[in-house]
């Protein structure tokens, strides 16, 4: 009985009790959730453009981060280290396509992803001989992102913003609106859909097929940059970091792995569910961290009834 | 330059594999974590312990007229990694240093049959203390029961009736090593009538503490002990930040009191405590030798020598030291066996006048350890954070031993009949 009353009873009647809590957990999960779309957008675009799984977006996110502080540390102004951080991930790019990719066109998509999980493995060996494992310090005040807080007494309590949220927030939703007209006004941003629609008519038209893939991995070297500066901002720039990428796994496995609108919808869903349910739920019934695990059943009961994700295309095939 | 040194320092640590077999003087392999998500914890640790070794193999030609092999295993604090690097290494070493809590319960049974002493310094498994059932296994000056119950009464200050009715929330890594201090922290929840709430932060949610410290702003606790490793930390004193938990309300253990954790929030962070049973000594005579022969002669690649974690690292070596010492004393001979390391580390003499020789004094309290005393239970002080660095801001510290050595008791018989056949140290009194 108890253990219903904490599952159908309880959790409603904290929510209404504390309704300017209720509001700062959902703005918390509104924040992580921003951030996992974001992560998740970049496996999105590379697997829409390639069919390739990049297993090494969660790198990409520290290395991006960490050379961006380590330049500074060397004396790089703040913002000419974001430049030069780009022109870094833009390098990446070129010598992803160039010695890893090209000479594995054609191969089957396991042996494609093998050669991302090797780029993840590669980039944390250079990342620790370069800059170290130690924590670093994200160059937030350098940027002039915006510290502190600004608190609202609403709804019988307080619910407080922190404005490095409400920036992360904001940035990540000018890159996707950004991102989304690129791939939908522009000359580039068809051919990427192009060549996701369908690979073979797409090179028949002429579409650079290298050009494409440098393209679209310094696009997901964008992603990691935003989100390593939205992410180290606030907790750091570690190895750690690589880990939280992971949470846009099963972000894809929800909205679906070729579904822009699925990474954004996607992520915002697991960020705010998995929030209210270890706080509601998970630590009064099963003792907490349940993060750890919940957006993974989630994803599952989603794909119980929808194979393809709430958002991916229903792939029919005739034999 | 610092990335010259990291190069030659990746270098050196490769070749050093290579070369382990031929290797003289004593082996003492050290199963480090410089990379993963802990690295940020593990770096200026083993840099202290490897700078420690690398002044005594300079300045004295090693210990007892023999150099020490001071040889790093990468475990990147895996388990897995780390079970596989004992087994690398135990053929010639004397000793191993596991590093982590879950590694070192992997090898402690391993121990008795390879007849390896394990030292974990700080770390562990807290019913090691009792030599008589952990023949092989070591983890001075303080065991993690000692540190809750020090800092328990560092909250009740000294009057524990005061706890009633408080609530206390353990903020821990959801890990063999966060999980350490529960068993002593709930019996001292029901003794003494206080709440303990546990929050877990798991693995992958190190950077990603939101939840938890939501959980804390519901709870409204009147402390927040942290058992954190590692990422977890910034983070969590990030999050208390953000949260405006009082920092004087806030303590960590001994891991949770990193100076480059701290720096992150700087002056916000101003209050916050961790209990510590190491204190940064710069002026220390042993510091000046150690500047003079390793790390202005480039054989180091600290970045901090002033930082507690540093300085950690090279008490934690000074204890093999004198274990080796000791042991070579008592054997009369120059290059020991485990059997006699494990007799070395089982007659530790740790007092303030071997301190003040080895130009240590005051970097660790005095303690000694015996057949059936395997820990010391040295006591340690309370460290705060003045916005810059950590300093004292309590006299030594004791945990409570007439509460701790029954539970030590208990839980070390019930881990022997776990794993039995388990060998008791017959020969203790």
Known sequence: MELLNKIFI????????????LMQVLWEGLVSGVLYSLIALGFVLIYRSSRIFNFAQGIMVVFAAL????????????????FLTLAVMFGLAVSVERIVLRPLVGQPD?????????????????????FGGENKQMITKELGIPTGSTDFDILGGYVSFQHIDITAVAVAGLLVTSLLLFLNKTRMGRAIRALGDDHQAALSVGISLQTIWILVWFIAGIIALVTGIAWGSRAGVSFALEVIAYKALPVLMLGGLESIQGAII???????????????????ILGGNTESWFAYMLALVVLLFRPQGLFGEKIIERV | MKTFNK????????????????????????????????ASTGIPLMDGQKDYMTLLNERDGGIGGVQI???????????????????????DAVVTQPWSTGITLQVLPKTNTDMIPILAPGYGFSPMANGKVFKWAFNPPVSYWDGASMIVDFIADGDKGSLKGKKIVLLHLDHPFGKEPIPVLEAMAEAYDFELKLIPVGLKEMQNQSAQWLQIRRERPDNVIMWGWGAMNASAIA??????YPMDQFIGVWWAGH??????????????????????????PMMADLKTHVLDAGKSTAEDPDSVFYQRGLVMSMFLAEGIAAAQAEFGVAEINPEQMRWGLENLNITDERLAELGMTGMVPPFSTSCSNHTGHSGAWMLEWDGEKFAPVSDLLMADAAFIEPLEMAESMAYAEANAPWPMNESCE
């Open chain 1, 10 to 21: 309880a959790p409603f009647v904290d929510m209404v009790a504390a309704p300017d809590f």
């Open chain 1, 67 to 82: 050379t961006l502080v380590g330049l500074h540390e060397m004396g790089v102004p703040a913002w000419l280290s974001v």
């Open chain 1, 110 to 130: 396991i042996i494609l992803f093998m050669a991302t999980i090797g780029i993840t493995l590669f980039l944390i060996g250079l990342g620790e001989i370069i």
């Open chain 1, 266 to 284: 996607g992520g915002l869903m697991i960020g705010m569910l998995e929030k209210m349910f270890e706080i509601y739920w998970g630590q009064p």
């Open chain 2, 7 to 38: 190069l030659a320092l990746a270098t050196a640590l490769s070749v050093g594999f290579g070369a382990c077999a031929i290797a003289e003087g004593i082996y003492a392999p050290n199963l480090t974590y410089r990379t993963g998500p802990f």
């Open chain 2, 69 to 91: 092999n001071f040889e790093e295993c990468e475990t990147g604090y895996s388990t897995e990694k780390g079970v596989e690097c004992y087994e690398r290494t135990k053929a």
């Open chain 2, 239 to 244: 999050e208390a930040v953000k949260t405006k």
């Open chain 2, 259 to 284: 100076d480059a954790d701290l720096k992150q929030v700087g002056e916000a962070g101003t209050g916050y405590k961790s209990i510590s049973w190491s204190v940064p000594q710069s002026d220390a």
